[in-house]
């Protein structure tokens, strides 16, 4: 499977961005598509991720109550709104998706569990 992220941009303290991914080559009927992002310097962090078998939508903290992860299931296409963004926010944000229809829970946060990556898009929160 080919995914294409896009989106990212600069953005002033407090803005809003939606970035898409668009999965190709594959239908997506059960996977989860998660979004990653990794700092300047820093580790590769969870950001969120949608399972399609159940509709399921995780989060990590950092970014809870301020991040939104939806789905298109026709357009194969998972898109993260980000709204009262702040400049820690700054980071290549990937998407991927997981290895297995048939993730479970306790290891959608985990990196290993994805097995295709799309190339990121930069997302800079600055004034």
């Known amino acids: 499977v080919q995914l294409q992220a896009s989106g990212g941009g600069l953005v002033q303290p407090g803005g809003s961005l939606r970035l898409s991914c668009a999965a190709s080559?594959?239908?997506?009927?059960?996977?989860?598509m998660g979004w990653f992002r990794q700092a300047p310097g820093k580790e590769r962090e969870f950001v969120s991720a949608?399972?399609?078998?159940?509709?399921?939508?995780y989060y990590g903290d950092s970014v809870k109550g301020r991040f939104t992860i939806s789905s298109d299931s026709a357009k194969n296409t998972v898109y993260l709104q980000m709204n009262s963004l702040k400049p820690e926010d700054t980071a290549i944000y990937y998407c991927?998706?997981?290895?297995?229809?048939?993730?479970?829970?306790?290891?959608?946060?985990?990196?290993?569990?994805?097995?295709?990556w799309g190339q990121g898009t930069q997302v800079t929160v600055s004034s």
């Open positions: 991927a998706v997981s290895k297995s229809p048939g993730i479970i829970t306790s290891s959608i946060r985990i990196e290993d569990s994805y097995g295709s």
């Open positions: 080559g594959r239908t997506l009927t059960n996977h989860a």
């Open positions: 949608f399972r399609r078998r159940d509709g399921a939508k």
